[in-house]
């Protein structure tokens, strides 16, 4: 066996095109009733607050006097339940006062608006969901998890019969 030649791919994209492939039994592949748009604007702003978060740790030194480690947000999702879980982690300063995250026009960025969480969590909520935030038990930095309700039925491509 050849060593693997590595490069960038989506899974997603591969597993849709191994799908297609299997003819002779039917395959499903989980799916969700969703309004894309609303979904896309909720990662949008919750992944642009995950990295500006770890933006501020650039350049901050813990108490030792070593640098932080290089800003990192890391997104993955998983399935549980009829439940698809969406975890969002940087590695900035943590949640500086959670009480008040979701309080509309509550913000501790200088040029911050204040309605990117409340907006994002009233998203999540319309699609029977739920939107949480919690620091980062392994590590520096927070975690926000969404959780959205999964179809009750999957989309299946029909077996081939020939």
């Known amino acids: 066996m050849p060593s693997p030649a590595l490069r960038s791919c989506s899974i997603s994209a591969i597993v849709k095109r191994v799908v297609a492939l299997e003819t002779r039994a039917p395959v499903t ?6 309004d894309p748009d609303q979904l896309e604007q909720m990662f949008i702003n919750l992944v642009r607050n995950a990295a ?5 740790t650039k350049s901050q030194e813990n108490s030792n006097g070593w640098k932080q480690a290089a ?17 969002i982690e940087d590695n900035g300063p943590g949640l500086i006062n959670p009480g008040n995250v ?8 200088p040029a911050g608006s204040g309605i990117g969480l409340v907006l994002s ?11 949480e935030l ?21 989309e299946a491509l029909p077996a081939y019969n020939g």
């Open 29 to 34: 592949l989980v799916t969700m009733m969703a």
């Open 52 to 56: 500006e978060a770890a933006l501020e």
């Open 71 to 87: 800003p990192r947000v890391h997104l993955h999702w998983n399935v549980y339940d009829e439940k698809v879980v969406v975890t």
């Open 102 to 109: 979701f309080v509309p026009f509550y913000t501790t960025k």
């Open 121 to 131: 969590r009233q998203i999540a909520e319309a699609h029977g969901g739920t939107l």
């Open 134 to 154: 919690s620091k980062r038990s392994e590590a520096h930095g927070r975690a926000v998890i969404v959780t959205l309700p999964l179809m009750s039925y999957v």
